[in-house]
Structures are given as structure tokens and as C-alpha cells.
């Protein structure tokens, strides 16, 4: 049961799935790039080989992503041929040739924290001054009071309410089983992905910093020790398993408790709704506005953050959360980043979130709970398996988010940003920042409404330039014919809200 859990739980995405889109003339452009006709060095990997950042792991979590997706032989392939040796070469990726040369990019604008409580003056609007707060330098995050208007925060949320939001996750179905089933690794590799200090034992706290966001559900020691005396997989009751009970354990018994108890919205990794509004050309103006702002507070080029996915707006009712989590996924030689797919070769079946900075609004005030909580912030070292002391988890943010070392109390219309990777030291994307790693308290009273604007660099900086020169020659080409699906936002650049 343990393994099943800890398997099925890195497939989930940091955050919900980013908007899924190919621009019409899509495979025609692949042909004239002429896609995977040439050698490339691999990507380098952005994890430290550890934990459930090893690639050995992640391979092996990422089955269940892609056997919904229709995957199941090409990620079996990719297991197999990884199975037990993390340190070998996997030899040389193909990437897409564009019809020329890919212009050179500039290095990454990143702002200095320079100290905890560090303000600065910035001019974002024409009409006023705007302070930069810094709030941590691990992650580097900062704080923006009166980024957004009362009004332009209700009228996301009008446009958010008339386009219509959705539950932003979904249990998984009875496909779960059937990848299960169809997965060919054996419990003893299994067992050692999960044995963290090599002891031969699985205590509580190793299976849980290895399910992080179990199969769906969050897991609790609770939880765990539950399913443990359901299925009889723990003799002794001491929470603790040994290999031998550990091979002992049959999977479809843990199938059949995971039927027998439905999840409650409290009970899952996160528990809101969301959409997605537009913000490109043709867009509301206030929209367009944002999103200008966003252009000069971050000093990014305008490429890369036009070319980044549309606002993210959730919704938090009474009893609301967000479990911790990073924002961006680890990228292998066997990933590619979602929105630059467009120029990656068709063998790489792996797909994750690269998203070098997080910008989140505030739309209103809150009348009880919910603030963003991070819970290592400025800690002086990083240990997963330290997230879990004494059957106290601080990602779980329903229960602990009072021992989270950082909590930022939402304020309708304030900011806060931060950088989801480190400097590679040129200019570019280094590795993820574990520290970045962040959740929404429980809201206890009221509601909460966020926005998200998620700026996406590719770690590969050939790959990046190369998408940003695609996109630049289909806009050309295509005209607004070429923009995305979600751009039927434009029907909504009128909208008045009565304020």
C-alpha cells in the first residue's frame, strides 16, 4: 500500500495543469523546423540526485501521469531502461532545428534581495509609487502592497465568474488501478526508492515525504497507519515496516480500501476551483494592463512573458487549502517543459511545469485564514525528511500552517513574487529552489480569491530561443488566427463591472 501511495504521488503537477494549447498550423510548423533532425546535448538535470528528486524516482512516479495520457509502452520502456542505475548516461537528446539559427538570449533579469525588510521604490503605473518588500532570501521572495486596484481585483474576479470555474483537482479514476497493475517494477525496488537512510525499515515519515501528495488524497500518519491495519500489512502495529512485510503486502488489497473510502473535499491535496483568463493581444484592457505591469516589475523581455501561460484565478471557499508544494516540476533528459513542447521532438514523453517565477495577487481581504505559507523559508539548511518531526508535517497545511516559518496574510490588491529556480551563475535557470516550497492555509471563515501569473523559462536556453522564434513566425504568419484556444477571452474585453 505504501509503494502504491508513494508511486502514484509525484504524477500530480505543482500546481493545476497549465492551459494545454497547440497554435493552428502546428504540424505544419514542425515540418518546416524540420523537428528532430539534429544532435543535442542532454538538458541538465535541474534536481539534485536525492529523494524523490532522483531521476530513478521520478521516472518511476511519472507513470501515472502518462499512462492516462495513453504513454503505457514508452514510459514501461523508460523505466526499464533506467531501472537501477541513476548515474548512467542517457545518452544524447534530440531537439527540433528551426529553419535558421536561434538568436542568442540575454541572461535572466533577477532582482536582489539584498536583506529581510529591504524596500525600495519602483514606478510600475504612471500616477504612483510602488514599495518592494523583500520577505525572504530562501526562497527570494517579495512583497508588493497595492499592486492591483480594488477595482481591477473585481474585475477579475467578474471576468473569472463569467467564463466559469472548475474544481481544480480530480481524483484519479479506475484507470489507477489498471496502471497499477500494468506497472513492471517490483516491490523491493519499490521499497528501496522509499528506504531513505538505508536502515531496511519504512518508517512513518519515509513513506510520507515520498507520497507527498499520495494518489490524490493527502496522507496523513493517520491515514497511513490506518490502511497499514486494513490490509494487515503492519503485524506488530509499530508503524513501521520491515522488508519482508513490505513483500508480504498484496497491492489489490490496498485497491480495495482505497474503493471503500471516498474521498472528502478536506481530504485531498487541494481543495479549490479556478480558470484561466486571457491576457495577450485583444484582451481586456485591464487585462493588458496587468499584465504590462508584471513586464516591468519582473524586467524580463517581453517575449518571455507574453509567451507565458494566461492568469491562473482561484477560488478558496470556507474550508479551502493548498497543501505545500513547488510550482515548477524537476526537468530530466526524458521531460520537456509544457510550453515549449511546441519545438520539442515527438520521443520525449514526459511533460512539466518550468516556471522560473511565481507572481501572486491578492483579490480580496480574508476573514479568516488563508494565508500563503512557506514553511523553510531563510532555513539555514534544506532536508526533506526534516519536513516530518514527531507525526508534525508542516506541508500540510489544513493542520500546521502556525509552524510554517513564513506566512504572508492576504491583502486584497497586494503581491508577492519570488523565483521558483536558482541562478545557474550565466544568466540563466539553475536548479529548483527547495525553498520555494509554499501552500495556502486553511481559510476558516469566508473566502479567498488569488490570481496566478506564472512566468515560464525553459532551463534549455537553445530550446527557449527557439520557441520564442517559432512563436514570433507563427504570429506572423497566422495573424490572430494563431492565438491560442483560451483567447475567446477576447469575447469578454467590454465587460463593465457595476463597482
Not at 480580496?364 to 485564514?369: E, L, M, P, S
Request: glycine residues 8%; negative net charge.
Amino acid at each position: 500500500m505504501a509503494a502504491a501511495a508513494a508511486v502514484a504521488a509525484a504524477a500530480q503537477r505543482p500546481e493545476a495543469a497549465s492551459p494545454q494549447w497547440a497554435p493552428p498550423g502546428h504540424e505544419r510548423a514542425r515540418a518546416a523546423a524540420g523537428l528532430g533532425d539534429c544532435e543535442d546535448a542532454p538538458v541538465r538535470p535541474l534536481c539534485k540526485p536525492r529523494g524523490i528528486c532522483s531521476r530513478a524516482y521520478f521516472l518511476v512516479l511519472m507513470v501515472f501521469v502518462h499512462l492516462y495520457l495513453g504513454n503505457v509502452l514508452a514510459l514501461l520502456l523508460f523505466v526499464h531502461y533506467s531501472n537501477g542505475d541513476e548515474s548512467s548516461d542517457p545518452g544524447p537528446q534530440r531537439r527540433a532545428q528551426g529553419p535558421g539559427p536561434a538568436p542568442t538570449l540575454g541572461p535572466l533579469t533577477r532582482l536582489e534581495g539584498i536583506k529581510v525588510g529591504h524596500e525600495r521604490k519602483v514606478q510600475l503605473v504612471a500616477d504612483r509609487d510602488h514599495f518592494i518588500r523583500t520577505l525572504s532570501l530562501k526562497p527570494l521572495l517579495f512583497e508588493i502592497p497595492g499592486f492591483l486596484s480594488d477595482e481591477e481585483c473585481r474585475l477579475i474576479i467578474h471576468l473569472a465568474q463569467m467564463k466559469g470555474l472548475q474544481r481544480s483537482q480530480i481524483l484519479p479514476t479506475e484507470e489507477y488501478e489498471e496502471a497499477m497493475g500494468t506497472m513492471q517494477v517490483s516491490q523491493l525496488d519499490l521499497f528501496q526508492l522509499l528506504d531513505q537512510n538505508r536502515d531496511g525499515r519504512l518508517q512513518l515519515r519515509e513513506v510520507l515525504a515520498q507520497t507527498r501528495l499520495g494518489n490524490g488524497r493527502w496522507m496523513t500518519p493517520e491515514n497511513i497507519q490506518e490502511m497499514y491495519s486494513a490490509i494487515k500489512a503492519d503485524p506488530d502495529g509499530d508503524g513501521v515496516l520491515s522488508l519482508q512485510e513490505f513483500s508480504d503486502m498484496d497491492l489489490r488489497d490496498f485497491h480495495k480500501y482505497m474503493r471503500s473510502h471516498k474521498a472528502a473535499s478536506s481530504e485531498l491535496v487541494r481543495n479549490s476551483h479556478h480558470t484561466w483568463l486571457y491576457q495577450g493581444e485583444g484582451a481586456h484592457h485591464i487585462m493588458r494592463a496587468i499584465r504590462q505591469r508584471v513586464l516591468r516589475l519582473t524586467r524580463l523581455s517581453p517575449e518571455i512573458v507574453e509567451l507565458s501561460e494566461p492568469l491562473q484565478v482561484v477560488r478558496y471557499g470556507e474550508g479551502g487549502h493548498y497543501h505545500a508544494h513547488v510550482d515548477s516540476g524537476p526537468v530530466y533528459p526524458e521531460t520537456i517543459c509544457s510550453h515549449t513542447k511546441l519545438v520539442a521532438n515527438e520521443s520525449v514523453p514526459f511533460e512539466t511545469s518550468c516556471r522560473y517565477m511565481t507572481v501572486l495577487f491578492y483579490l480580496n481581504n480574508v476573514t479568516g485564514g488563508g494565508e500563503t505559507v512557506f514553511p523553510v523559508a531563510d532555513n539555514r539548511t534544506y532536508d526533506e525528511m526534516s519536513l516530518i518531526q514527531d507525526d508534525v508535517d508542516l506541508r500540510d497545511t489544513r493542520r500546521h500552517c502556525d509552524k510554517g516559518n513564513l506566512r504572508v496574510k492576504p491583502r486584497q490588491g497586494t503581491a508577492v513574487f519570488w523565483y521558483n529556480y536558482l541562478p545557474d551563475g550565466q544568466g540563466w535557470v539553475g536548479d529548483v529552489d527547495d525553498y520555494s516550497l509554499h501552500g495556502g492555509c486553511l481559510v476558516t471563515s469566508g473566502t479567498k480569491w488569488i490570481a496566478n501569473n506564472w512566468i515560464n523559462v525553459d532551463p534549455s536556453r537553445a530550446r527557449q530561443a527557439l520557441f520564442q522564434q517559432e512563436m514570433a513566425r507563427l504570429a506572423r504568419e497566422g495573424g490572430t488566427d494563431s492565438q491560442p484556444e483560451w483567447a475567446l477571452d477576447r469575447a469578454y474585453r467590454d465587460a463593465r463591472v457595476e463597482l
